[in-house]
C-alpha cells in the first residue's frame, strides 16, 4: 500500500515482553502489531476442524470475574481451552466479596493455588493494578471500571485490519457513553498508536473533561462527528444512565446519537459499523444497521476469540519455563 | 497540661547555641531560651539574657534551631471507636516525633464528639495518656448529620476549641448560618469542610485529564470554590468566624482573598499534603494519594504555596488521618480518602523552604502562631511566658520517610520513601522532653 511509519512486528514473541497485559498503555505500537499478528494465526487455527493448540499444555488459567459478562468470559474460556489450557471460571460478583473479603484476600487465596494466567474483570478502575501487584501470575485485564478494556481494542483493531488492510490514517468516529467506557479508552489509545484519527462523539454530559489531551477530536453533533468516517464504532449505554442523569430519556438519546441509515449516510459509503456489544437495539443502534451489511459486530466475536488467544500465548511466552 | 501525667515539676531548662526563630516576633538570630514551671522566662539573644534559673538542665542547640512547637488544627484518630487505627498516645508519640506539640482532634470518631461528656473524656484521657497537649474540637451538628446545631455555649465552656463536622461538608446553608450567628455570642470558631457533596458525587479524584486516563470519576474545583464562596457570604451576613479547614484551589484563594480585604472574620487551611504533591502523584492508583479535598492540579498547588507565603492561607495542617489495611487496601475509588501526616508536617513543609518555593518564616507562622491565635492559645511563639512547647530542629539533617518506622499505628503516608530535609532533634511540651531523636 502507501508509504507511511506504520511499525512492522518482527517476531512476536521478542516484541512482546510483558508480564502482565494491563492495559494498551504502555504498549508500543510494534507490541499491539506482533500481537495482531500473532492472532491473525489464532483466526486460522479456530477455522480449522482441529483447533486445539498446545502451548498452554499443564498452564492453568483462571478467569476472575467481579463483574458479569458471559461473552467476555467466555471468550476468554474458549481462548484458553483452544491453546490447551485448564480453564477455571470464577465470578465472585455475588459470593465472597459481599462476605466483606477484600480483593486483595481474593486474590490471595486463588494466588495460593498457582495459576499462570488469570484474567480479571472489575468495576472499579485500577483494581486489576492492584490485584497484579499481588500476584505471582500473569494478569489479563478483561475490564477494569471506566479504565480499559484491551483486548477489546485488539479485537477491533484486528477486524479492522483485516478490512481496509491497515488503521493507518483511518477516521474512526467512537459514538456515544464516552465518559464511562473503558472500550472507549482503550481505542483511543489503540487507534492513536497505530496512526488513525480518532474521534468521539456524545452528548455533553458524557464527553470526559480534557478528552481533547488523549488526542481525539470531540462532536456533539453525531452528523459532523460521522463525515467522512470509515470505521463507526458505537458503545453501549447503560439503561440507569437513560433516566434524567445523563441524559433525558432513551427516546431523546436515539434521536440524536442512536446510529440509523440516515445518520450513517454521511461516513463514507463502504463505512464500516462495530459494536462491542451487548447491544441495546433502539437505543444506540437501529436493528437494520446491526444487522445490515456495513456491519462488523459478528465478525469482532470471532476475532475476540483469536486475540485473546494471541494475549494468552504472548504472555504464557514470558512465564518462567516459558519457552518460546 | 502535661503536668498532671508525672508528679514531680518539670525541669527549667536553658537552650543554648542554636538559631532562636520565634516567627510572630520575627526574631531570627543565634540566642538562647530559657524555661522554668513548664513556661519560656526567656527567649533572644545571649547577651542580654538574665541568669538561667536555678538547677537548670542545659540543652546543646549548636548547629539547630529553636522554634515554636507545631499546633496542627485537623488531626483525625481513632480514639475513641477505632483505636486499631489511632490512639491518643500513639498520635502524641508521632506528634512528638515530629515537632508537633499541639494537635486539634476532629469530632469524626465513634461516638461523634457532640456532647459535653464527651468533650471532657478526650481532655481526660489525652491528659493521662498523649504526650503532647490536645485540645477537641467538637461536632458543629448533632451525630455530624447537618441538621440540628449542637451545646456550642456548653461545648465551648467544656474545652471545645471550634466546632466543625470534620469529614463532612455543612452543606445546608440555613444550619450553617444559625451555628456562625449563635456562635458569635460565644466568640466560637466555625469550621467547615467545604465540599459540595452533590457537585462532587461518585468522584475521587480531582477532574481533568488525569481522571479521564485514569477511568476514575471526578471532583471538580467547583465542588469547593462554590461552597467557600457560599460560606464566606454566610460569614458576611452574620458577622460570626469562620474558617475553611482546608482548600486545594487556586479559585478558593481569591474568594478568601477578597473576604479578608472586606475586613470579614474568615481564616482558612492547607494541608501539607496539598503543598507538596499534586494529582499526578496518584500515578497508577495508589490509594494513600486519595485524599479530601483531592489533590490538584501543579498550578492550585502553586497557588496555594503562594496563599501561605502572602499570608492569604492562615495556618497549615497536617489532616492526619490514620486509616488501616481495611479501608485502603482496595481498588481506589473505593479505598477511603486520608492520609497519616503528624510526623512528615514538619518535614514536607520545610521542603518548601529548601525548595526556595517559600521562605521560612511565613511557613513557620502557619505552622505555629497563627493557628494558636485562632484557637486562642498563647502557645506558638517564643515569648516570656508563653507556654515552653518547643521544638529544636536541625533544619538541613537529610532522613528518609519509612513508613514502617512511623509512630502512628497505621502507616498510610504518601511520603513513603521521599527524601526529606529538616529533623526533629528535641520536642519540649510545657518545659519537659517529650521526644528525643535517637540520632541526636
Known amino acids: 500500500m502507501t508509504e507511511h511509519p506504520s511499525p512492522v512486528a518482527a517476531s512476536p514473541a521478542a516484541v512482546f515482553a510483558h508480564r502482565h497485559l494491563l492495559g494498551i498503555e504502555g504498549l508500543l505500537p510494534e507490541e499491539i502489531v506482533a500481537l495482531l ?35 467476555t468470559q467466555s471468550s476468554f474460556e474458549l481462548a484458553g481451552k483452544r491453546l490447551g489450557a485448564d480453564v477455571m471460571n470464577m465470578s465472585v460478583g455475588s459470593s465472597s466479596v459481599k462476605k466483606g473479603e477484600t480483593l486483595i484476600d481474593t486474590a490471595m487465596t486463588l494466588n495460593a493455588m498457582n495459576p499462570d494466567l488469570l484474567v480479571v474483570r472489575h468495576h472499579a478502575a485500577g483494581a486489576v493494578h492492584l490485584l497484579a501487584q499481588k500476584v505471582g501470575c500473569a494478569v489479563i485485564n478483561a475490564g477494569d471500571g471506566a479504565h480499559e478494556h484491551p483486548t477489546q481494542a485488539l479485537l477491533d483493531a484486528l477486524t479492522i485490519r483485516r478490512h481496509k488492510g491497515d488503521i493507518y490514517g483511518l477516521r474512526v468516529a467512537i459514538c456515544g457513553d464516552i465518559l464511562h467506557s473503558r472500550v472507549a479508552r482503550s481505542n483511543i489509545l489503540l487507534l492513536n498508536a497505530l496512526g488513525a484519527e480518532v474521534r468521539c462523539v456524545g452528548p455533553s454530559t458524557l464527553l470526559p473533561r480534557a478528552l481533547d489531551r488523549l488526542g481525539v477530536s470531540t462532536f456533539t453533533d453525531m452528523r459532523k462527528g460521522l463525515e467522512g468516517a470509515d470505521i463507526v464504532m458505537m458503545l453501549r449505554l447503560q439503561r440507569e444512565r437513560m433516566d434524567g442523569s445523563f441524559v433525558p430519556s432513551v427516546r431523546e438519546y436515539f434521536h440524536f446519537f442512536g446510529l440509523d441509515a440516515e445518520k450513517l449516510a454521511f461516513a463514507k459509503p463502504d463505512a464500516l459499523v462495530m459494536h462491542p456489544g451487548p447491544m441495546n437495539r433502539g437505543v444506540e443502534i437501529d436493528s437494520a444497521i446491526a444487522d445490515g451489511p456495513q456491519s462488523l459486530i459478528r465478525e469482532q466475536v470471532e476475532m475476540g476469540v483469536a486475540v485473546r488467544m494471541a494475549v494468552l500465548e504472548a504472555l504464557a511466552r514470558n512465564l518462567p519455563n516459558g519457552g518460546a | ?127 493521662d495518656t498523649a504526650a503532647v497537649n490536645v485540645l477537641p474540637m467538637a461536632a458543629m451538628t448533632k451525630g455530624l448529620a447537618g441538621r440540628e446545631m449542637t451545646e456550642l455555649g456548653l461545648l465551648k465552656a467544656a474545652g471545645a476549641v471550634g466546632f466543625t463536622d470534620g469529614r463532612h461538608s455543612v452543606d445546608n446553608a440555613l444550619v450553617l448560618r444559625r451555628a456562625l450567628t449563635y456562635g458569635r455570642d460565644f ?254
Open chain 2, 187 to 440: 466568640g466560637a470558631l466555625i469550621v467547615n469542610h467545604p465540599v459540595d457533596p452533590h457537585l462532587s458525587g461518585s468522584g475521587v479524584m480531582n477532574e481533568g485529564e488525569t481522571a479521564t486516563r485514569l477511568g476514575l470519576p471526578g471532583i471538580p474545583k467547583e465542588a469547593e470554590i462554590i461552597v467557600v464562596e457560599r460560606d464566606v457570604r454566610l460569614a458576611a451576613l452574620t458577622g460570626g468566624r469562620y474558617h475553611a479547614a482546608q482548600i486545594s484551589c487556586a479559585e478558593s484563594l481569591d474568594v478568601i482573598r477578597r473576604a479578608k480585604r472586606a475586613g470579614l472574620a474568615v481564616s482558612c487551611g492547607v494541608s501539607v499534603t496539598h503543598l507538596a504533591l499534586n494529582e499526578l502523584d496518584i500515578g497508577p492508583y495508589r490509594t494513600f494519594f486519595r485524599l479530601s479535598p483531592p489533590l490538584r492540579s501543579e498550578a492550585d498547588r502553586q497557588a496555594m504555596i503562594e496563599g501561605v507565603a502572602d499570608g492569604t492561607i492562615d495556618v497549615i495542617v497536617s489532616s492526619h488521618d490514620p486509616q488501616d489495611v481495611d479501608t485502603k487496601r482496595h481498588p481506589f475509588a473505593e479505598a477511603a480518602d486520608g492520609a497519616v501526616g503528624l510526623e512528615t508536617l514538619l518535614a514536607a513543609a520545610l521542603r518548601l523552604y529548601h525548595n526556595g518555593e517559600c521562605d521560612l518564616v511565613p511557613l513557620l507562622k502557619a505552622l505555629t502562631v497563627r493557628p494558636a491565635a485562632l484557637l486562642g492559645m498563647e502557645a506558638g511563639r517564643l515569648a516570656a511566658g508563653a507556654p515552653a512547647d518547643l521544638v529544636v530542629v536541625d533544619l538541613v539533617r537529610p532522613w528518609i520517610c519509612e513508613a514502617d518506622r512511623l509512630h502512628s499505628r497505621s502507616k498510610n503516608t504518601p511520603f513513603e520513601g521521599a527524601r526529606f530535609q529538616g529533623a526533629v532533634l528535641r520536642t519540649i511540651v510545657a518545659g519537659r522532653s517529650v521526644y528525643e531523636s535517637a540520632a541526636a
Open chain 2, 1 to 127: 497540661m502535661i503536668a498532671g501525667k508525672l508528679s514531680e515539676p518539670a525541669r527549667p531548662l536553658v537552650l543554648e547555641g542554636g538559631r532562636v526563630i520565634d516567627p510572630a516576633s520575627g526574631f531570627d538570630a543565634p540566642g538562647v531560651v530559657h524555661t522554668a514551671e513548664g513556661r519560656i522566662l526567656y527567649a533572644g539573644p545571649a547577651s542580654s539574657a538574665p541568669t538561667p534559673p536555678l538547677g537548670a538542665e542545659t540543652v546543646d542547640c549548636r548547629g539547630a534551631a529553636v522554634i515554636p512547637g507545631l499546633v496542627d488544627m485537623r488531626v483525625f484518630l481513632g480514639e475513641p471507636g477505632a483505636e486499631h487505627r489511632e490512639t491518643f498516645a500513639s498520635a502524641g508519640l508521632a506528634a512528638a516525633a515530629g515537632g508537633v506539640t499541639t494537635i486539634v482532634t476532629m469530632p469524626d470518631t465513634e461516638p461523634v464528639i457532640d456532647d459535653v461528656a464527651l468533650v471532657d473524656f478526650i481532655a481526660r484521657r489525652a491528659r
Open chain 1, 37 to 71: 499478528d500473532l492472532a491473525e494465526e489464532a483466526v486460522s487455527v479456530s477455522r480449522q476442524v482441529e483447533k486445539k493448540k498446545t502451548v498452554l499444555r499443564g498452564r492453568t488459567q483462571i478467569n476472575l470475574f467481579f463483574e458479569a459478562s458471559t461473552r
